[in-house]
Every structure is written in structure tokens, then in C-alpha cells.
């Protein structure tokens, strides 16, 4: 695994030796280590197949780990403990939308939430377009996932885990997304939003983590990774060693490469760093 860093804060999620696996994937995670701090909004991209709602099923205690250590707010996820559920909020792929009015919903669900704040959850229906009268069976699949994400960051749980959070919403609504997740994770909170669609990361995660074959090839912040990167537009095709990792575009390539001082360079495209860390995985291992 990719060095992580000196830890500022007192871990929130600790795993240490993790093996999980399903009987058609044995290998799936395999002793897995990962630690990560409150104050941060996590991206957690991987190849298909890769684990990424595995692991936000044993990180809320939905499964449990075949051997290995999983520590999560102090708490064991697999006992499900009411302390620990009151302060989590899971919002799967394929998450249940209750046949009720948006209003209903709050009064069956908040009160399991100690810390919820009413008044931002009806400032984000507004800012999402959303009525608290309305029917949420009456809205479409977009307009229903703007209500459970409005309700899951009202929550003010210290955990929110958000699997491909962004499916079924249009444009402007990934758009209003992205302005409220950037500003709503507290100094004591950590999101992860696990996405197979790396590039709508921009603007909304401190820190990547990326998945591949049982472990984790990389975590690290937004901002380390920005130090040493540059992302560059290239009209010819790179010559072998010139850059990091490449790839053709209209017009030219976008190249990744080293940061030099003299270069300006383009915002890191999350995608492109991505197929990086797989197809060239000793070379960005050697710069993390």
C-alpha cells in the first residue's frame, strides 16, 4: 500500500488485516489496511468488481470480514450497536425509497438521528427543488435521490457513506450536488463517496482511495497529489518516458506527468489518475 501520510487526527475508520471474500470471488480483500481521519470527503473509485460497496457494507456491518480488524467510531460495525446507527448514514446504490410524502419521511426517520437539523434538511429540498409536501412514489428517480441525499446530509452523522450518490440525477442537479457536499462535511464528520464515474469527483473530495485486486493501491490527499502532479495537454504524442501516463484526446493527449515549477499546469483529472495507478502501478507506487 502507498504510504498514507503522518496522521493528523485520531483515525475514525481503522481496518488492519482485513481478508473478506464471496465464494465466486475468493480473493476479494485481502489483509487490507486503511485508516482515515474526520474533516475529509473521500473518493473511493475501483474497477468493477473491485469491492468498493463491499466495503461500505462492512464498514456500516452489513458484512462481516472473514478475519481482520474493523473499527469505526470506536464502535464494532457487525454488532450494529444503536449508538453507532444513530450516528451513520448509508445511502446504497439501490436504496429503498419509502412510498410516502417527503414530509412523512421526516417524521419516521429523524427521530432515529439525534443530530439532525430539520432546518438545513428543508434549506436543501429548496435548494434541490424540492417541496416537503410532495409524494416522494410521484417524483422521478433523480428527484427521489435529490430527497435521501438532502435527508442524509441533514443528518449530521459523523459517517455518511454515499455509494454512486450522482446515478439518476441530471446536470444542473450533479451540479447542486457537488455545491452542497463541498461545504457540508464538519471538522468531526468523514464522507465517502464511492463512484465508478472518476471525474465527477472534481470539486467535492480532499482525498482519493483507489481498489485494486484485494488491496489498496493508493490513498492519498487531493492536495499531496496536486504537489507532485501536473496534469498537461499535448499536441504530439509523448515520446516513451516523457511523461507518466498519457492519453489520446481530440486534438492531442493529456499527459501526466511530474510537477515542475515553471509549468502551469490543468486541475488533476481523477480518471486519468486512476488509469494511471492501474496500467502503471510501479511508477506511482515509487512517488507515494
Request: a negative charge.
Amino acid at each position: 500500500m502507498y504510504n498514507t501520510g503522518t496522521l493528523k487526527h485520531k483515525p475514525v475508520i481503522e481496518l488492519k488485516n482485513l481478508n473478506f471474500f464471496y465464494r465466486r470471488q475468493p480473493d476479494l480483500f485481502d489483509s487490507l489496511d486503511l485508516q482515515l481521519t474526520p474533516g475529509l470527503n473521500y473518493g473511493l473509485l475501483g474497477c468493477n468488481g473491485a469491492g468498493k460497496t463491499s466495503l461500505l457494507h462492512l464498514l456500516s456491518g452489513l458484512l462481516f470480514p472473514k478475519s481482520g480488524q474493523i473499527a469505526v467510531m470506536g464502535f464494532e460495525p457487525r454488532r450494529r450497536q444503536q449508538p453507532f446507527l444513530a450516528d451513520l448514514f448509508f445511502l446504497s446504490e439501490d436504496h429503498h425509497i419509502p412510498k410516502v410524502r417527503i414530509g412523512r419521511l421526516l417524521r419516521m426517520y429523524a427521530p432515529f438521528y439525534p443530530k439532525f437539523d430539520r432546518d438545513y434538511f428543508e434549506e436543501l429540498l429548496h435548494h434541490f427543488g424540492l417541496e416537503i409536501d410532495q409524494h416522494l412514489s410521484k417524483l422521478s428517480f433523480g428527484e427521489q435521490k435529490k430527497a435521501m441525499i438532502a435527508f442524509g446530509l441533514a443528518t449530521r452523522c459523523r459517517l455518511l457513506l454515499l455509494d454512486e450518490p450522482t446515478n439518476g440525477l441530471d446536470i444542473p442537479s450533479k451540479k447542486q450536488f457537488r455545491e452542497q457536499l463541498a461545504g457540508a462535511t464538519g471538522p468531526d464528520q468523514i464522507c465517502i463517496l464511492s463512484t465508478h464515474q472518476a471525474r465527477e469527483l472534481e470539486g467535492m473530495i480532499d482525498s482519493v482511495i483507489i481498489i485494486d485486486q484485494g488491496k489498496i493501491v493508493l490513498e492519498e490527499t487531493k492536495e499531496a497529489i496536486e504537489e507532485k502532479l501536473a496534469l498537461q495537454f499535448c499536441f504530439q504524442e509523448p515520446i516513451v518516458g516523457e511523461v507518466l501516463y498519457y492519453e489520446q484526446v481530440p486534438g492531442g493527449y493529456h499527459c501526466l506527468q511530474l510537477k515542475s515549477e515553471d509549468a502551469a499546469s490543468k486541475k488533476i483529472d481523477f480518471e486519468l489518475l486512476f488509469n494511471a495507478v492501474i496500467e502503471r502501478p510501479e511508477e506511482m507506487r515509487a512517488l507515494f
